[in-house]
């Protein structure tokens, strides 16, 4: 799953064995010392080819079929989740039938074989995320992903890191929008967004946790 990582596969655990130690010391310094220098821009446009040339751009930006069609898991589980065939064959049944990636996603659908989507984000394991939590506070898929809805191919453009993550959760109120807008890719920024955002952070209880085991858990 994590082809992308540049490092071997049991460093990975090295910051997990780190953590525990932490948790336990409740360290300050060091825990200042992990966050000034925590590399910023882990993986920032990291944009691998995938076996069908699925475009965002035409689907969610032209067709303009929302997210949720899709990633059907966004609001009310951790994982927004990737779609099977079955989703895609709703229309290429019969749209572009004799396309050679239509063909390919028949046969991925006729055969009950998965196409083999290469993931873009991807957290270590020891940090947690839970996008419910986020999509029901309305924050955007854009404030995350960015304009999904203008990539031919997905691309990573946030860093993902922990100081990324908590300068929101620090303060959130400049991303917060009405729970009806969050896949609204061409939502505007009201000019009084401070007091909007105050007024949803009340409406929504929003109160991001800072604590370690909010994420680390
Ligand atoms: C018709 C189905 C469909 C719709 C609609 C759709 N997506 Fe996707 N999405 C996919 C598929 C298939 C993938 C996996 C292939 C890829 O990465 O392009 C994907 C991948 C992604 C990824 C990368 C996942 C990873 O591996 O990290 C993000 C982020 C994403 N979509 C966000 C969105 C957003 C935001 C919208 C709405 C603006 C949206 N998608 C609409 C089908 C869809
Ligand atoms: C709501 C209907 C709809 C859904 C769902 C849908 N598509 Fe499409 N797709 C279209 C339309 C419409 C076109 C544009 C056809 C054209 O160019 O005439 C298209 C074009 C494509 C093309 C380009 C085909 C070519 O050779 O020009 C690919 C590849 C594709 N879709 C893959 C997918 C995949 C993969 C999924 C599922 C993750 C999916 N589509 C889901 C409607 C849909
Ligand atoms: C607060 C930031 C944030 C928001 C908002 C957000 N995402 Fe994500 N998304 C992430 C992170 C972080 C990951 C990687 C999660 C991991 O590796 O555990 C991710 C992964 C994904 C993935 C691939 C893995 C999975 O969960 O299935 C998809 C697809 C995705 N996001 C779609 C969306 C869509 C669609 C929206 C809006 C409806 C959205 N995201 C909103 C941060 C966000
Ligand atoms: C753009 C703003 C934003 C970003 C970026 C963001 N968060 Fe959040 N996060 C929020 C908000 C708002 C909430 C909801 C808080 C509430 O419900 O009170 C939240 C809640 C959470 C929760 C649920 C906390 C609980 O009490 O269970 C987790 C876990 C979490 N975030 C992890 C992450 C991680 C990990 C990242 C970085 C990969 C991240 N967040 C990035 C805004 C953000
Ligand atoms: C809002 C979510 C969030 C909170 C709260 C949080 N972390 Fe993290 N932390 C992350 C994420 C995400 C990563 C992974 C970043 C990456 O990919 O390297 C991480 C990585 C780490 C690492 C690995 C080294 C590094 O910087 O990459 C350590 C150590 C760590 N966190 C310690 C802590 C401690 C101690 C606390 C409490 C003071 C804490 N974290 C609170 C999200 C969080």
New binding site residues.
């Given amino acids: 799953m994590s082809g992308h990582n540049i490092f071997p596969k049991w460093s990975n655990k090295l910051?997990a064995f780190?953590?525990a130690g932490?948790?336990g010391a409740g360290s300050v310094v060091v825990?200042i010392f992990?966050?000034w220098f925590?590399?910023a821009n882990?993986n920032v446009g990291y944009q691998p080819k995938q076996p069908i040339p699925y475009s965002h751009r035409l689907h969610a930006g032209e067709l303009g079929i929302d997210c949720r069609y899709c990633h059907t898991g966004v609001e009310k589980s951790p994982t927004a989740g990737i779609p099977p065939t079955e989703t895609c064959m709703n229309c290429h049944k019969l749209i572009k039938k004799n396309s050679p990636h239509i063909i390919k996603l028949r046969e991925s659908f006729s055969k009950n074989v998965p196409i083999e989507w290469v993931r873009v984000h991807q957290?270590?394991d020891?940090?947690y995320?839970d996008h419910s939590r986020h999509i029901n506070s309305g924050v955007s898929c854009v404030s995350c992903h960015g304009r999904i809805d203008q990539m031919e191919t997905v691309r990573q453009v946030k860093p993902?890191?922990?100081g990324w993550?908590?300068d929101c959760?620090r303060d959130p109120v400049p991303h917060l929008r009405p729970k009806s807008e969050v896949t609204n890719m061409d939502w505007v920024t009201p000019s009084n967004q401070e007091e909007e955002g105050l007024k949803l952070k009340a409406l929504y209880h929003v109160n991001?946790?800072?604590?370690?085991t909010?994420?680390?858990r």
């Fill in positions: 910051p780190i953590l932490l948790l825990v992990w966050y925590s590399p882990l957290l270590p020891y940090a995320f993902l890191s922990m993550c908590l959760h991001p946790r800072e604590d370690c909010t994420c680390h």
